[in-house]
């Protein structure tokens, strides 16, 4: 029971390093303006926040700046990757799975282009500028749509490989970042398997499958947990879409007990995707850790994210309450 | 540029395809005919005189794209895309049925000679200038058409992209603007008004150019003219009347969206044979 060795994360949990995930983003952009002679990055006048502007200044000539025009950018990568480019279009979540939503359903995904997205700002930890910029409803948005693949890595390292990785995969796909700097948990030497959710802490009383930052407060929890004698299996589930299912489904059977945790709404989410995995191929009782049906408002992230339950002690008092459902 | 085609030659090839589409509707049972029938000449000027493209070889490195914006009017266009060649003219037959590779509204990966597909409004323009920037980065000549109907014009994502085309200069894009004045719910300019279209257009810093949409010559050269300005995007604004050719079809808002029943279908055959006859 423990930590699992081989996914190589940090040694200690409370001395970490921190930033957004967002720059994995940039950095990953970085390294395709180099590497891969299709990629163009686009995006709508938010370059800087994007961390679009590092490509931009070094490849400007593979920089389309759309203007504030989020339908039209998403409808005209789908006609770059139709002329053989790959299009990496970037902006905040609301923006780009909210208002260019028709766009990614018909042009993108029902046709099949090979586009890529990156949704900064998602989650509570937006902060000051409150509920408009704070994306809480992109998961079930996205994963809806067939053929559309999501991921909703946990730091900036995982950021950026899920980013490399989004250029060579073939199909649509939607990548979740955030505007917080947040824990960086996993090292270059984590291994990183796109269509595996990757058991960072093995456990078999209760199974806490997370997303986003929120697996660095489940990986806290589990500790807090071990203390009083209760082995929680923690999962970093950075694919939402397509799932794991093996992976979920033998958390189901070994521990009996899950709760998910991610910093998105508690409907539709990465709970939902579970919960429809779970519910089908092994019931166990379950908690869904999110934020709860409401818009977000303005603050410190860190104070959002307390207010909000987005915590490892709201973690911890999940788990006993879904224990005690186990029993 | 000369003709490939004469103008007689194209007008009885309009016909045919004019035949074709009603007989597509009737047998479907649902489809839009007016569109469909008072595009059919902007859909023959370009693929028999202007685009280049290879029916056996829809992928063709060196072909020029063309996207049905107005989605909705893919009757003409699947017609069109059998006669060419696409595909066998029997498949017509099968428009919106189970199974069919010829859709409701255009897919890309069911029908041969489709590059995208629409039939949500107001995304063609888009996706037209994503491929004029692809084959700009990659240095290749090939040309971008797109069709809009003007009703879809109040879409306010087509003007984004007006100003996309015109800001990075893509000058390796004709679009045209099918101006039939109707839209379902009657007449463009008592729904929401569009005019001045041409003044609009202009603003946006498009190249602009008016035509008879029912004229092969008009449009042939209009599209030639495209080709030599340079800096700019053009815009073909072809006049056209909705469900031109067959007379109780024409310029009726109800035949947006309607096929005809089989004894429509016989007046319109009727109709459509008569002025394949004075034709000669």
């Known amino acids: 029971m423990g930590i699992v060795k081989e996914m190589h994360l940090v040694e200690d949990l409370h001395n970490v390093n921190s930033k957004p995930t967002r720059d994995g983003y940039g950095e990953a952009l970085l390294i395709l303006g180099e590497t891969n002679p299709k990629v163009v990055v686009m995006d709508a006048d938010l370059a800087k926040s994007t961390r679009t502007v590092w490509f931009r200044e070094k490849f400007p000539e593979k920089f389309i700046d759309m203007g504030i025009a989020e339908q039209d950018m998403l409808a005209t990568a789908g006609g770059l990757a139709l002329g053989g480019m790959i299009p990496f279009c970037s902006t905040y979540g609301v923006f780009v799975a909210g208002r260019a939503w028709d766009q990614i359903r018909t042009t993108i995904c029902y046709g099949e282009f090979n586009v890529k997205i990156g949704g900064m700002h998602g989650g509570?930890?937006?902060?000051?500028?409150?509920?408009?910029?704070?994306?809480?409803?992109?998961?079930?948005?996205?994963?809806?749509?067939?053929?559309?693949?999501?991921?909703?890595?946990?730091?900036?390292?995982?950021?950026?490989?899920?980013?490399?990785?989004?250029a060579e995969h073939i199909g649509p796909t939607y990548i979740r970042y955030g505007r917080e700097a947040v824990p960086i948990i996993t090292t270059e030497e984590t291994p990183f398997n796109p269509w595996k959710a990757e058991v960072y802490r093995t456990g078999d009383d209760v199974a806490i499958i997370a997303a986003g930052t929120l697996v660095y407060e489940g990986l806290l929890a589990a500790e807090e947990l071990a203390k009083e004698g209760i082995e929680a299996r923690v999962i970093n589930c950075h694919t939402i879409k397509p799932m794991d299912i093996e992976t979920i489904v033998n958390a189901a059977k070994e521990c009996g007990a899950i709760v998910t945790a991610e910093e998105h709404s508690v409907i539709g989410g990465l709970g939902g995707a579970v919960a429809e995995v779970i519910c089908q191929h092994y019931p166990v009782p379950m908690r869904i850790i999110g934020i709860e049906d409401r818009f977000g408002e303005s603050g410190e992230p860190e104070e959002l994210m307390k207010a909000f339950g987005m915590s490892a002690e709201n973690i911890i008092k999940n788990v006993k309450e879904v224990l005690d459902m186990k029993e | 540029m000369p003709m490939k085609y004469s103008k007689k030659e194209l007008d009885k090839i309009c016909i045919e395809l004019r035949k074709d589409i009603v007989t597509m509707l009737n047998k479907a049972g649902s489809g839009h005919?007016?569109?469909?029938?008072?595009?059919?000449?902007?859909?023959?000027?370009?693929?028999?005189?202007?685009?280049?493209?290879?029916?056996?070889?829809?992928?063709?490195?060196?072909?020029d794209y063309f996207i049905l914006s107005k989605g909705h009017v893919c009757p003409a266009w699947y017609a069109v895309l059998a006669r060419r060649g696409y595909f066998s003219r029997e498949e017509l037959w099968t428009l919106r049925k189970f199974g069919s590779i010829l859709q409701g509204h255009p897919h890309h990966l069911k029908t041969p000679g489709v590059e995208a597909s629409t039939g949500s409004l107001g995304q063609g323009l888009s996706i037209s200038n994503g491929i004029a920037m692809a084959m700009r980065f990659q240095n290749k000549p090939n040309r971008v058409y797109c069709l809009l109907g003007d009703g879809e014009v109040q879409e306010g994502a087509v003007w984004e992209a007006g100003m996309t085309a015109a800001h990075y200069k893509l000058d390796n894009i004709c679009a045209t603007i099918d101006r039939n004045m109707l839209q379902i719910d009657g007449i463009t300019e008592e729904v929401m008004g569009l005019e001045n279209l041409e003044e609009k257009w202009r603003a946006f810093n498009w190249h602009v150019i008016n035509v008879d949409g029912h004229n092969v010559e008009e449009l042939t050269k209009a599209y030639d003219e495209a080709m030599t300005v340079k800096g700019k995007p053009?815009?073909?604004?072809?006049?056209?009347?909705?469900?031109?050719?067959?007379?109780?079809?024409e310029n009726q808002v109800d035949w947006h969206g309607k096929a005809p029943n089989d004894e429509e279908y016989k007046k319109a055959m009727a109709e459509l044979e008569e002025a394949e006859r004075r034709l000669g």
């Not at chain 2, 569109?35 to 072909?63: A, D, F, Q, T």
């Open chain 1, 124 to 166: 509570i930890s937006v902060g000051p500028d409150g509920a408009t910029h704070q994306s809480l409803e992109e998961v079930p948005l996205m994963r809806v749509l067939p053929g559309m693949t999501v991921f909703s890595p946990t730091d900036a390292i995982e950021g950026r490989k899920v980013a490399l990785f989004a």
């Open chain 2, 234 to 249: 053009t815009m073909v604004i072809a006049k056209t009347v909705k469900g031109k050719g067959v007379s109780f079809i």
């Open chain 2, 33 to 63: 005919a007016g569109g469909s029938l008072g595009s059919v000449e902007i859909l023959v000027s370009l693929y028999w005189n202007v685009i280049k493209h290879n029916p056996k070889n829809p992928e063709w490195e060196e072909r």
